[in-house]
């Protein structure tokens, strides 16, 4: 950011609390440069006490059903509206799980937990197939998105 958002006054660098972060001469605004994006993830269980996992048309990669939050959504109506459209199931009983921060790609991954009564699944643009899970060997590791999905995954089974 190069300007104030409040006044328009190009900013410039300085001290605050140690951080050399850029603040407005005439408003005193700081932009802090900590802005994040936030993702909603659900694990989901069936009757059975399987896992519901996505495999993502993108790159075929397996992780579970999230997305971005939309602005005016809860985190919990996040969750439950990404984990509808990419498998068209309604989760319930959504609970927080656990958070992740992922700096380096400016990321807050906020997990939760739910149900799902019924097992089907609707074809969509971003996902392929819906995989169970009900034992670790049921899938490979090494086909999984990424280390927030693998530590996630691991901590469900320990
Ligand atoms: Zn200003």
Same mark, same amino acid.
């Not at 971005?68 to 809860?74: I, K, Q, V």
């Not at 392929?128 to 530590?151: C, Y």
């Given at each position: ?89 309604? #989760?319930? +009983?959504? @609970? ?7 700096? !380096? %790609?400016? $990321? &807050? ?6 149900? #799902?009564? +019924?097992? @089907? ?7 392929? !197939? %819906?995989? $169970? &899970? ?6 490979? #590791? ?17």
């Amino acid at each position: 950011m190069n300007y104030c958002p409040n006044c328009g006054t190009r900013l410039v660098y300085n001290i605050v609390d140690g951080h050399n972060v850029k603040t407005c001469s005439e408003c005193n605004y700081i932009d802090w440069d900590n802005w994040v994006n936030v993702s909603c993830v659900t694990v989901a269980y069936t009757n059975n006490n399987e896992i519901i996992m996505v495999r993502l048309k993108e790159d075929n990669k397996i992780t579970f059903p999230g997305g971005y939050r939309e602005l005016g959504e809860t985190l919990e109506q996040g969750a439950t509206r990404e984990f509808y459209e990419e498998t068209g199931m309604t #989760v319930k +009983e959504v @609970k927080l799980y656990r958070a992740y921060t992922k700096d !380096e %790609i400016r $990321l &807050v991954w906020i997990v939760f937990k739910g149900k #799902v009564d +019924e097992i @089907k699944f609707t074809d969509n643009s971003e996902v392929s !197939e %819906i995989i $169970l &899970v009900k034992n670790p060997s049921d899938v490979d #590791v090494r086909d999984f998105r990424g280390p927030l999905t693998i530590d996630v995954f691991n901590s469900l089974f320990e």
